[in-house]
């Protein structure tokens, strides 16, 4: 059963399949933080859109696995990225639930998206070939990233949960620790297995 797992894995059909989910995905994320990133001051641009940049990380890792490679550094900033922002994403839409009292059908496609991107990233962790430095690199800009969004005020817009700004920066700084944790047990404490696309 689990070889059949990572089969399905290695497929050409089933990257390609990915590919075509998320490509189309991260274009969409960035016209979602259109109306931020209108507003941003052009130096902290590439720290905004934080969901649609972990995609577009992914799209890459993807199209190194169909030409048969591997880009350890892209697939240490995917992994990470996906799950930090994917959970955030699930756990802000609900904490959005609870303030407002239900859940509107928009909330309900960003949990199940964002969930899935949690998800996708890890699946090929078997066959990323991260090392320790790729990770301090990725740390650094996950890190970099929460000062940004956190101390310059740049993290994305959600206005009903404003008041709560302090605890979600908390939260988010330690959903890094655990994003970047769990990438290192998953990928380089574990090593690797080959990857042969099929």
Same mark, same amino acid.
Not at 44 to 52: A, R, T
Not at 129 to 140: D, G, Q, Y
């Given at each position: 059963m689990i070889s059949q797992f990572f089969y399905l894995l290695k497929s050409r059909p089933f990257l390609w399949f990915l590919l075509i989910i998320n490509v189309p995905g991260t274009i969409y994320g960035y016209y979602w933080y259109g109306w931020q990133l209108a507003d941003t001051n052009p !130096? =902290? @641009?590439? =720290? $905004? #859109?934080?969901? #649609?940049?972990a995609s577009l990380f992914f799209c890459f890792v993807l199209i190194a696995f169909l030409l048969g490679k591997n880009w350890p550094l892209m697939e240490s900033l995917a992994a990470v990225t996906l799950f930090k922002y994917g959970i955030w994403a699930v756990v802000m839409n609900m904490m959005v639930m609870v303030v407002e009292g239900e859940l509107s059908l928009i909330a309900l496609m960003l949990i199940f998206s964002h969930l899935g991107m949690a998800i996708e990233g890890l699946l090929f962790a078997p066959f990323y *070939?991260? *090392?320790?430095?790729? @990770?301090? +690199? $990725? +740390? !650094?800009w996950t890190f970099h990233n929460d000062v940004i969004d956190y101390v310059f005020g740049q993290m994305p817009r959600y206005s009903m949960l404003s008041e709560y700004t302090s605890a979600i920066g908390y939260f988010t700084f330690w959903l890094s620790i655990v994003s970047l944790a769990l990438v290192y047990l998953l990928s380089v404490r574990k090593g690797h297995f080959k990857l042969s696309i099929r």
């Open positions: !130096i =902290f @641009l590439l =720290f $905004v #859109p934080d969901s #649609p940049t *070939k991260i *090392k320790p430095w790729h @990770l301090i +690199a $990725v +740390a !650094i």
